[in-house]
């Protein structure tokens, strides 16, 4: 192995910055991944943590560094869609002319298994996720290692997803093999989730690729727990395991005021005042347009209201940076913004301690 690369409390950190560097570090992670082992690596969504998808031995190192429960199953990556089928059987028209349309890029889709899939790689569950991620490095690693690779995000389980390859070290130095650093993750939010174990299709997960341009591409009306027209009896079927966890929490609590206009000025304002009267170091997250509204001690601007792919990129990364400052508590102005702002707001809802003033 080059020995060139730095080592993080034992994990390699392969740098794909420069010329003759990437393909380098790439080969490197390849032969780290035909090995059995774990390599961190950069989508247009979070860092992934990968390993080779049919081996469960490799898979148990995930849920192992992760700390992740055994039954909240896995995404895995190809590098192609006609890939899919190695992985799926039965897959309905539907499913591939939403993959023709969308991928690569942030849309995983639920499909029935095949034999071929550990179950460790789906928790037992008679479906598999796939999707082909919109990342030039991470299809190269799919395509140098040839393996599909079962890929959840790369932090510790219950952690603000990681968009840096620093965010990955933070989290997994020193119990994983390596980690691809090809700078912060474009989009910065989770895939959006949507299955076909369901009839309509459902939308498990908000992101990248919305429930607007879903339903266009197909034709047809799509079911959502979120929206509350979800039809299907789920009782005996989870949907997606992991929406019953608490997800993309920072260590410090976190205060989720919605609304908007002066009322919820008011309501973000009220809040500070408390929690700072109760001797709280507060951290403070609001959009551009608010950034004087109270002198909180840490004070981080996401982006302008109007631009939720910037607030989307920079979310992980602003909550990662509040638990580093040591706040007590972490209040966020929420917005209701069309696209990623969804997408946004969902993993807020779920970070929260408390949502305030939701109408
Ligand atoms: P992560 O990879 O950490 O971003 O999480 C992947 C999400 O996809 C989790 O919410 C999982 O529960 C969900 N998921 C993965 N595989 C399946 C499956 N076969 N059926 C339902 N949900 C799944
Ligand atoms: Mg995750």
């Not at 991620?133 to 393996?147: N, Q």
């Not at 390596?178 to 459902?202: K, N, Q, R, Y």
């Not at 508590?329 to 993993?347: H, K, S, T, Y």
Request: net charge positive; charged share 20%; hydrophobic share 45%.
């Amino acid at each position: 192995m080059d020995l060139k690369w730095p080592l993080v409390k034992g994990t390699l950190l392969l740098r794909a910055g420069e010329d003759g560097e990437e393909k380098k570090a790439l080969q490197a992670a390849a032969e780290i991944l035909q090995a059995g082992g774990r390599v961190a690596f950069p989508t247009e969504t979070v860092y992934g943590l990968g390993t080779n998808a049919l081996d469960p031995e490799a898979v148990r190192g995930i849920f192992r560094a992760k700390r992740r429960p055994a039954d909240n199953p896995l995404i895995v990556h190809l590098a192609a869609l006609e890939q899919a089928g190695e992985l799926a059987q039965n897959i309905p028209p539907a499913a591939v002319r939403l993959a023709k349309h969308f991928w690569p890029g942030p849309l995983t889709l639920i499909l029935p298994k095949r034999g071929a899939v550990p179950g460790i790689v789906t928790a037992g569950l008679p479906s598999v996720a796939v999707r082909v991620p919109a990342h030039s490095l991470a299809l190269k690693l799919l395509r140098t290692a040839g393996l599909p690779l079962a890929a959840p995000s790369a932090n510790l389980s219950g952690h603000p997803s990681p968009t840096t390859a620093e965010h990955v070290l933070e989290d997994l130095a020193g119990s994983i093999e390596a980690v691809l650093d090809g700078g912060p993750c474009p989009i910065g939010v989770e895939s959006t989730v949507l299955s076909f174990m369901f009839s309509p299709p459902a939308l498990l997960r908000p992101g990248g690729v919305t429930l607007e341009m879903l339903e266009e591409v197909l034709g047809a009306k799509i079911q959502s727990p979120d929206l509350g027209n979800f039809k299907t009896d789920y009782t005996a079927t989870p949907p997606a395991p992991g929406m019953k966890y608490r997800h993309y929490a920072p260590r410090a609590p976190l205060f989720l005021v919605e609304g908007a206009g002066p009322a919820q000025g008011r309501r973000l304002l009220a809040l500070c005042t408390s929690l700072t009267a109760r001797g709280l170091k507060i951290g403070l997250v609001v959009f551009a347009e608010s950034q004087g509204i109270f002198p909180a001690p840490v004070l981080k601007v996401l982006s302008s209201r109007r631009d939720p792919a910037t607030a989307a990129a920079r979310l992980y990364g602003v909550l990662r940076e509040m638990d580093a400052a040591g706040v007590d508590a972490i209040v966020v102005e929420g917005f209701e913004a069309a696209g990623l702002g969804g997408a946004v707001m969902n993993r807020l809802r779920k970070a929260a301690v408390q949502v305030i003033g939701a109408e």
